[in-house]
């Protein structure tokens, strides 16, 4: 069958979604991310919201074996962006009209780390009389402190299953008790439970994973009813265990980049046409496989940009992975570059404004 009949249909089913995440034929990516984009236009608008993200601490007690920032990785100097220049940050975010924060780091689960976030969300949600949505991405916490968190002011959780696969999770892990995929999951479901608006999204191109895997991936988002996805192609980091491994069994070609970001595209545009009403993240990672990785994405159906906060002097100690781009740009200069990036798809920018998800409420 050729793939506009694919397009056409009412339902798309798992067979369905495999097909289409498989095309690599430029024709076929071409009516693939148009579909996609008519989608994103009829259910979201063409309109592209901002979330300021202020990568704000890379202490983490994890050791997830893809990331740059894991607890045993002694080339990274820790640090902890002081309250007052957090609060600048978010300041500066409202006074563009970026509508909303993301506050990011990695995992701790100490009462010190909680108190801090709980009363820095209670200083940001005074900005301007609660004029900014707030996204927490800080990982696995109790369910009472993701409702201490949600009572301060957040509003919008963040937390990647990274693979939907248990026994892929596994192999990104280690055995040590304190990497568990089912924890993960109930992490989502308190965080549904609570009210929040829960986003979630995996890496695209890990080895080991398969077509098959990334369908179930979208067929996950459906089940755990998610608003938001943030999802990118897994990009490698000298320094961890997968990295290296990745990089000695000579799999991380030119060829094995461009594959990992048509993967991630893929998933954008097809998670577009089987969601529908959901966000979803042009991310990061895909600029760093490609000068134009976030414009393909918003061209295939991705409606929410990230524009780094993240002060200057930290961004050097905040890389997940390598060649991570943007580390010299102020945020003056993240800030006009996006707003090109948005233009010359053809979106606007909807500045001031929460951009919630219209699944959230639509289910409500
Ligand atoms: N620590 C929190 C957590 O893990 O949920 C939040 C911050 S963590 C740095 C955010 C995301 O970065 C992770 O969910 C993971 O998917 C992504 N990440 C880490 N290392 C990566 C890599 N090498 N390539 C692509 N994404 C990566
Ligand atoms: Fe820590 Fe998150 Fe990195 Fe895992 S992905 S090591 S939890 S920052």
Redesign the pocket.
């Known amino acids: 069958m050729d793939i506009s009949s694919f397009l056409q249909k009412e339902e798309l089913h798992k067979e369905d979604v495999i097909f289409l995440l498989g095309r690599t034929a430029p024709d076929e990516l071409e009516q693939l991310y148009r579909a996609a984009y008519e989608t994103k236009k009829e259910w979201v608008g063409n309109v592209d919201y901002y979330r300021g993200l202020l990568e704000f601490s890379n202490r983490?007690i994890?050791n997830?074996n893809?990331?740059?920032?894991r607890r045993d990785n002694g080339e990274v100097e820790r640090f902890d962006t002081p309250r007052e220049d957090i609060l600048t940050m978010a300041r500066w975010c409202y006074e563009q009209q970026y509508g909303s924060v993301t506050l990011?780091?990695?995992?701790r689960q100490d009462e010190a780390f909680i108190d801090f976030v709980e009363g820095l969300l209670r200083d940001i949600k005074s900005i301007g009389n609660g004029a900014l949505g707030i996204t927490l991405?800080?990982?696995e916490q109790t369910k009472e402190t993701y409702q201490r968190w949600y009572n301060a002011g957040a509003h919008r959780y963040l937390?990647?299953i990274?693979s939907s696969n248990p026994k892929l999770y596994a192999t990104l892990h280690p055995q040590d008790g304190h990497h568990n995929w089912n924890v993960r999951k109930t992490c989502l479901d308190s965080l549904a439970e609570i009210g929040y608006q829960v986003g979630t999204?995996v890496?695209i191109g890990l080895p080991g994973q398969t077509l098959e895997d990334l369908a179930e991936d979208i067929l996950f988002y459906k089940k755990q009813n998610i608003a938001m996805i943030g999802m990118?192609?897994?990009?490698?980091?000298h320094n961890?265990p997968l990295?290296k491994k990745v990089c000695e069994a000579g799999l991380d070609t030119a060829e094995a980049r461009a594959e990992r970001l048509r993967l991630s595209i893929n998933m954008v545009a097809v998670t577009r046409l089987f969601l529908k009403d959901v966000n979803i993240a042009a991310t990061t990672?895909m600029q760093t496989l490609h000068p134009l990785g976030r414009e393909m994405a918003l061209k295939a159906g991705a409606n929410i940009l990230m524009p780094l906060v993240t002060l200057p002097q930290f961004r050097s100690q905040y890389q997940?992975?390598d060649n991570k781009p943007c580390l010299e740009d102020g945020q003056e200069q993240c800030r006009n570059c996006l707003s090109a990036r948005v233009a010359s798809v053809g979106d606007t920018v909807g500045w001031g404004q929460w951009g919630d998800s219209p699944h959230f409420f639509n289910n409500l």
Do not use: D, N, W
């Open positions: 983490c994890k997830c893809y990331c740059g920032i990011q780091s990695g995992e991405c800080v990982g937390l990647r990274e999204g890496m990118g192609p897994y990009v490698v980091h961890t990295g990672a997940l992975y």
